[in-house]
Structure formats: structure tokens, C-alpha cells
């Protein structure tokens, strides 16, 4: 019974993955470049999430000044209206609906572009986060074969998996961004359009 406590503990036993991946200098180095590689990409994805949330505040910005706007407008109009017993205000009505139409024109221009901002800062946050996952699938590839990660094999697979990356072209729908767009220029409209019934 000793002798076989002896030779189980005299049999070499198989290094840990790791312990591989740390006596041989090219797969430690590929290791390394990989882990700054992973956290540069969860700076940009934080930076991508902190430029969307801005854009979701400017757009929400343009939102309140829009109807900011034509409510201060509609009331100073009906207040005109109902003191003006010479029809001196009809003559001159041309002047809010002129600044209305302007104003709403470059609101609703504005929030576009915003829009459209927001889902390409998506679309690019997306394309990291699919850069992350295949990278944390590669780094745990290394890290449970140890040795038997083939350098170049495996890179060679990584580069390929990026560069085969097909983005699909989604057909543009009916969005909720078209739908709010819409909707604030048909409040525009129909303010101008008031502003030339009640004058």
C-alpha cells in the first residue's frame, strides 16, 4: 500500500492550463494582448452607452422646446385675438404662422438627425459588443487548452470571424422615430394652421 502512495505521488502529474500558458512566453503574450484588448473594448462600449444616453437627453430636450413653443405661441395668439376688436391682428397673422412653420421645421430637422445619431451609435455599439463576445470565446479557448491552443490556427480563425462579419441591411420599417416625427410635424402643421383660422 505504500509503494503504490509512493508511485502515485512520484508520477508527474499534467500542469493546469494556466501554469502552461505562463511558462511559454507566446501564448502568455497573446493572453495579455487579448485581456487589454477586452477591457478597451468595455471602455468603448461605456463611452458608446454614455453618448447614447446624451443623444436620448438632447432629443428629449428638442421635445420640450418644441411644445414649449407652440403652447407659449397658441396662447399669446388666442390672447391677442380675444383683446384685438379692429382686426388689426388678422392683417399681421401671417408673421407667428411664418415663425411657427420655421421653427417646426427645424425641430422636427433636428430631431431626425438625432435620431438617426442614436441608431448608428447603436448599430456601433452592437458591432463591440459582438467584438467582445468572440474575443471572451477565444480567451477562454486559450485558457482551458493551455498548450494545445494553436496560435495560429485559432488567431487566424479570430481574424476571419471579424473580417466575415456580415452586417445585414435591415429594410427600414415603419419606426417609432418616423412615427414621433411625423406626429410633431403634424402638431406644427396644425398650429400653423391655426394660427391662420383664428386670425
Not at 66 to 95: E, G, P, Q, V
Request: net charge positive; aromatic share 8%.
Amino acid at each position: 500500500m505504500a509503494d503504490e502512495i509512493n508511485q502515485a505521488i512520484m508520477e508527474p502529474r499534467i500542469a493546469h492550463p494556466l501554469h502552461q500558458i505562463a511558462s511559454t512566453p507566446s501564448h502568455k503574450l497573446l493572453l495579455k494582448q487579448w485581456i487589454k484588448e477586452e477591457e478597451l473594448i468595455l471602455n468603448r462600449l461605456s463611452l458608446k452607452e454614455t453618448q447614447i444616453d446624451s443623444v436620448r437627453k438632447e432629443i428629449t430636450t428638442l421635445f420640450i422646446f418644441f411644445f414649449l413653443f407652440h403652447s407659449i405661441s397658441l396662447i399669446l395668439l388666442f390672447n391677442s385675438s380675444s383683446t384685438d376688436r379692429h382686426a388689426l391682428a388678422c392683417r399681421r397673422s401671417w408673421i407667428p404662422s411664418l415663425c411657427s412653420l420655421c421653427f417646426s421645421l427645424g425641430i422636427i430637422w433636428a430631431i431626425r438627425y438625432k435620431t438617426d445619431t442614436e441608431g448608428h451609435l447603436e448599430k456601433l455599439m452592437e458591432r463591440e459588443k459582438e467584438d467582445r463576445k468572440l474575443l471572451g470565446k477565444c480567451i477562454e479557448e486559450l485558457k482551458k487548452k493551455g498548450l494545445e491552443f494553436d496560435l495560429l490556427k485559432e488567431v487566424d480563425a479570430l481574424r476571419r470571424a471579424k473580417s466575415m462579419r456580415v452586417e445585414a441591411k435591415v429594410v427600414k420599417k415603419w419606426q417609432w422615430r418616423t412615427a414621433v416625427c411625423a406626429t410633431v410635424h403634424g402638431g406644427g402643421g396644425g398650429c400653423f394652421c391655426s394660427f391662420w383660422l383664428l386670425n
